[in-house]
């Protein structure tokens, strides 16, 4: 099957005039590192039920800016609705993966009246639309991370379902640095870490290297360098090859879940494997199942 690839939050992509633009080469294809009117902040590409979206504001470290959160939110919108996606790649151009807000543009807000609140209001309340918007999604979704995840970047991972990490990968939650605690960013660390791994991160600014990142259970996976996209299609690949119900109403399950009381979470998870043994695809996997182990 082709792969389809488009532009999303910021027009089509078209190619540069021989000199307008710094190029850097991020895989297959080249593109523009400036960010222009032309240049999409957030590519989609579409291959046998797995749709990669990467972030593409390189020159900027991928830091998530109001365009930025603004394409991510519409894409994940469009793949809640999209049937023939199964399983969904978060990777990003360049050597940095995202190193968090864009903290330049937010600067620019405070020239305004009330100091930039309302415009910080609304950039966080979006920020967050977007990491729950994760988690909601039908599809799982696998971050493929190279270079360094700070911040809002290591937000983003963590709120993936699944994280595969080059062997140079970084994290790290340095707002204590700068004066501004990553009080965001703590709610999907300290559902993915131990409290008080979540608390070291946050209080400390420690970069946490891709395998200490794996042994605090913020990633997966640890591959060589430049092989986390691959490895992550890979196994978005595998997922998709699931039945699309089964994997949406576990995903949904799991989450619901840890939000209950145990006793509570015990009977929920119990109404939802009623929901699945009685549906067609658990009768017909089963039947298969134990029609193999008899022979």
């Known amino acids: 099957m082709a792969v389809h690839k488009r532009g999303l939050g910021g027009g089509v992509a078209a190619p540069p005039k021989a000199g307008e633009n710094e190029v850097e080469d991020i895989g297959p294809t080249r593109m523009p590192v400036s960010e222009t009117g032309s240049t999409p902040l957030l590519l989609r590409a579409d291959h046998d039920g797995v749709?990669?979206?990467?972030?593409?504001?390189?020159?900027?470290?991928?830091a998530l800016s109001l365009g930025l959160l603004e394409a991510l939110r519409d894409a994940f919108a469009g793949l809640a609705e999209d049937g023939s996606v199964r399983a969904v790649v978060l990777a990003a151009a360049g050597p940095a993966f995202c190193a968090g807000h864009d903290l330049k543009e937010m600067t620019g807000y405070?020239?305004?009246?009330?100091?930039?609140?309302?415009?910080?209001?609304?950039?966080?309340?979006?920020?967050?639309?977007?990491?729950m918007a994760i988690?909601?999604?039908?599809?799982?979704?696998?971050a493929a991370v190279e270079g360094v995840a700070t911040?809002?970047?290591?937000?983003?991972?963590?709120?993936c379902d699944l994280a595969v990490a080059g062997a140079q990968a970084r994290f790290a939650t340095p707002g204590v640095q700068i004066g501004l605690f990553c009080s965001t960013p703590m709610v999907a660390l300290s559902r993915n870490l131990s409290r008080k791994a979540a608390m070291r991160m946050l209080l400390t600014a420690d970069m946490a290297?891709?395998?200490?990142?794996?042994?605090?259970?913020?990633?997966?996976?640890v591959v060589e360098v430049g092989g986390a996209l691959p490895a992550a299609q890979a196994l978005a690949a595998g997922i998709a090859a699931r039945s699309p119900y089964?994997?949406?109403?576990?995903k949904?399950?799991?989450?619901?879940?840890?939000?209950?009381?145990?006793?509570?979470?015990?009977a929920h998870a119990g109404r939802v494997m009623l929901e699945n043994m009685l549906a067609r695809t658990a009768e017909e996997g089963i039947a298969a199942f134990l029609d193999r182990r008899g022979r």
Not at 209 to 221: F, K, M, P, S
Request: charged share 25%.
């Open 51 to 62: 749709a990669t979206l990467t972030l593409n504001r390189p020159a900027a470290r991928n």
């Open 110 to 131: 405070r020239g305004e009246a009330d100091r930039g609140a309302k415009r910080f209001e609304a950039l966080f309340a979006l920020c967050s639309d977007v990491m």
């Open 135 to 142: 988690p909601a999604l039908p599809q799982p979704v696998i």
């Open 151 to 159: 911040a809002a970047g290591c937000q983003l991972v963590a709120s």
């Open 209 to 221: 290297d891709a395998e200490e990142a794996q042994r605090l259970g913020l990633v997966n996976d």
């Open 246 to 250: 089964t994997v949406r109403i576990g």
């Open 252 to 266: 949904r399950a799991f989450y619901e879940q840890l939000e209950m009381p145990r006793a509570e979470a015990y």
